[in-house]
């Protein structure tokens, strides 16, 4: 009997709860107990500000399958996934997000994908509603630039929704980096993977929680995560600009000698202000590999369970680590 988690980091989705839930379970109780199968939904609180965790522990009185996690704090979306996938039991683990852009519904076909063999199902969206043209714009923009500048071939137009098994969460779970970009670990640890197009529905209640600002830093979390380019790109341009300074040079020494040159305060000021430029950006760009590898060095736990209850299934008959506390 093969046990199926479902992992939902949630913060704020009160109105989104009940549900999602209901979606949710409706879709296990057909593709997965029909099949003489069992399942678990792995809820996991992000340090809420509303009632979501309220909502959460009044649903599990009627649904003894969810596991719900409560972090400590707000950890951020992909410390909360993979505080959810450490929690979670089974054979095989679908995740996806809590607003309800991610339809439920594909968990039919992940399974499917995945009893046929596959070891990762992701889901590719062929198109997202409820969204503005600069945000797919920007984020179309965003996949192909990663895809060119990391030897990690990530999928254009994929997010976090998806179904990986349990040998692909034991090799995750190998992987404690701070800054996450799970997306990326995922195609990073290889093994059988394939895709499922779909249409992504727009958000059923609340608000984004990516925001232009989040949206940029993971974005650059996400390329430093997988990517040299960067700390390369500041020495190119070293390069680049020695190489004009050079040729800038000589050409002030034969206008020296043929008696052209006159000194002005313009070009004085525009070499300063370039040189001292390029400079700030590459010191920019290796302070924020510093900072990544001050952050990791230090050691401390990705995130801090507060409260854990735990679905009332039985795990499969493989060894299934511990209760979680500090990870």
Same mark, same amino acid.
């Given at each position: 009997m093969s046990l199926i988690s479902v992992v939902v980091p949630l913060k704020d989705e009160e109105g989104n709860v009940a549900q999602l839930l209901a979606r949710v379970t409706t879709v296990l109780e057909r593709s997965v107990r029909a099949r003489g199968d069992d399942y678990e939904i792995v809820a996991?609180?992000?340090?809420?500000? %509303?009632?979501?965790?309220? $909502?959460?522990?009044?649903? +599990?009185?009627?649904? =003894?399958?969810?596991?719900i996690v409560s972090l400590s704090r707000?950890?951020?979306?992909?410390?909360?996934?993979?505080?959810?996938?450490?929690?979670?039991?089974?054979?095989?683990?679908?995740?996806?997000?809590?607003?309800?852009q991610d339809p439920p519904e594909l968990i039919e076909a992940f399974l499917a994908k995945w009893r046929e063999g596959y070891d990762?199902?992701?889901?590719?969206?062929?198109?997202?509603?409820?969204?503005?043209?600069?945000?797919?714009?920007?984020?179309?923009?965003?996949?192909?630039?990663i895809r060119r500048l990391t030897n990690v071939s990530i999928p254009v137009d994929t997010g976090d929704f998806r179904l990986m098994d349990r040998r692909v969460i034991a090799a995750l779970a190998q992987t404690r980096e701070r800054h996450r970009f799970l997306r990326g670990l995922v195609s990073w640890v290889g093994?059988?993977?394939?895709?499922? %197009?779909?249409?992504?529905? $727009?958000?059923?209640?609340? +608000?984004?929680?990516? =925001?232009?600002?989040?949206?940029?830093?993971?974005?650059?979390?996400g390329i430093a995560s997988f990517s040299e380019i960067p700390l390369r790109f500041a020495t190119w341009m070293g390069f680049i600009v020695s190489g004009?300074?050079?040729?800038?040079?000589?050409?002030?020494?034969?206008?020296k000698f043929l008696g052209l040159n006159e000194p002005g305060f313009t070009s004085t000021m525009v070499a300063i202000l370039f040189l001292?430029?390029?400079?700030l950006i590459g010191i920019g760009i290796l302070g924020e590999y510093v900072g990544r590898i001050y952050d990791q060095v230090k050691g401390r736990p990705l995130y801090l369970i507060?409260?854990?209850?735990?679905?009332?299934?039985?795990?499969p008959a493989e060894s299934v680590p511990g209760e979680p506390v500090s990870q």
């Open positions: 996991v609180d992000d340090g809420s500000t %509303d009632a979501t965790l309220r $909502a959460l522990r009044d649903a +599990r009185a009627a649904q =003894p399958r969810l596991t707000n950890f951020g979306h992909q410390i909360a996934a993979t505080a959810g996938l450490d929690t979670s039991r089974g054979d095989a683990v679908i995740l996806m997000d809590g607003d309800l990762v199902v992701y889901a590719t969206r062929r198109s997202r509603k409820g969204e503005s043209g600069f945000k797919i714009l920007t984020a179309g923009a965003f996949y192909r630039i093994y059988r993977q394939t895709g499922i %197009d779909y249409e992504r529905d $727009a958000r059923l209640s609340g +608000r984004t929680k990516y =925001p232009l600002s989040k949206m940029l830093r993971f974005a650059f979390d004009f300074a050079f040729i800038y040079a000589v050409v002030v020494v034969v206008l001292g430029g390029v400079q507060s409260t854990l209850e735990r679905a009332a299934v039985r795990p």
